[in-house]
């Protein structure tokens, strides 16, 4: 079983930065993918970016490319989502998932995928 919190969402404006971090529990944390997904109010849940267990092949939908940034340290098991140039259309809560399929070579965008998750934390973005 995994824990995954996260946290360092806050209220920001437009342009300002924040980076969130998914505090993992338990060892096998760094042989899973790790994603990062969004739930804007009245909207579906969204993969945001997302990481393989290597760090050599991470993804991102395309109004982040640029401006977010997936990172891990495997030291302190935990995932880091730096957002730079935020928008108040980033505006929702931010979820941390974990997807246990072995040896992945690619990032899951499909959050059935995966099989743990974060309580989520808070981001919004002021116009």
């Known amino acids: 079983q995994v824990q995954l919190v996260e946290s360092g969402g806050g209220l920001v404006q437009a342009g300002g930065s924040l980076r969130l971090s998914c505090a993992a529990s338990g060892r096998t944390f760094s042989s899973y993918t790790m994603g990062w997904f969004r739930q804007a109010p009245g909207k579906e849940r969204e993969f945001v970016a997302g990481?393989?267990?290597?760090?050599?092949?991470?993804s991102y939908i395309d109004s982040v490319k640029g401006r977010f940034t997936i990172s891990r340290d495997y030291a302190k098991n935990t995932v880091y989502l730096q957002m730079n140039s935020l928008k108040p259309e980033d505006t929702g809560v931010y979820y941390c998932a974990a997807d246990r399929t072995a040896r992945r070579i690619v990032v899951s965008e499909n959050q059935e995928d995966y099989n743990y998750w974060g309580q989520g934390t808070q981001v919004t973005v002021s116009s």
């Open positions: 990481i393989i267990r290597t760090s050599s092949s991470t």
